[in-house]
């Protein structure tokens, strides 16, 4: 069992920048691999990055590929995503989840979750 809060959402404008965070609680945070979803209304999840438990491996979406970075700190329990150059299709509830075989390759690995924080990009 492992408990996710997430925080740095908030209001942004187009082209700007925003961090957000995800504290982990639980003994074995440093051997989950992390994950970013996000989520509109009437759309399902989506996922945007993860990061292995050891954080030598990352994924992205495409969508975000070049402009968002994912980074952990296993003493800090905590995962980061890093969103660069943010568009208003950006805007959504960003949640942070962890996935227990440490790999972070599948989505539906999944198995644990926060409850989010709103990011919206808008002028």
């Known amino acids: 069992q492992v408990q996710l809060v997430e925080s740095g959402g908030g209001l942004v404008q187009p082209g700007g920048s925003l961090r957000l965070s995800c504290a982990g609680s639980?003994?074995?945070?440093?051997?989950?691999?992390m994950g970013w979803f996000r989520q509109t209304p009437g759309k399902e999840r989506e996922f945007v990055a993860s990061?292995?438990?050891?954080?030598?491996?990352?994924y992205y979406s495409d969508s975000v590929k070049g402009r968002f970075t994912i980074s952990r700190d296993n003493a800090k329990a905590t995962v980061y995503l890093q969103m660069n150059s943010l568009k208003p299709e950006d805007t959504a509830v960003y949640y942070c989840?962890?996935?227990?075989?440490?790999?972070?390759?599948?989505?539906?690995?999944?198995?644990?979750w926060g409850q989010g924080t709103q990011v919206t990009v808008s002028s």
């Open positions: 990061i292995s438990w050891s954080g030598k491996n990352t």
């Open positions: 989840a962890a996935d227990p075989t440490g790999w972070g390759i599948s989505p539906g690995d999944f198995d644990y």
């Open positions: 639980g003994r074995t945070f440093g051997s989950y691999a």
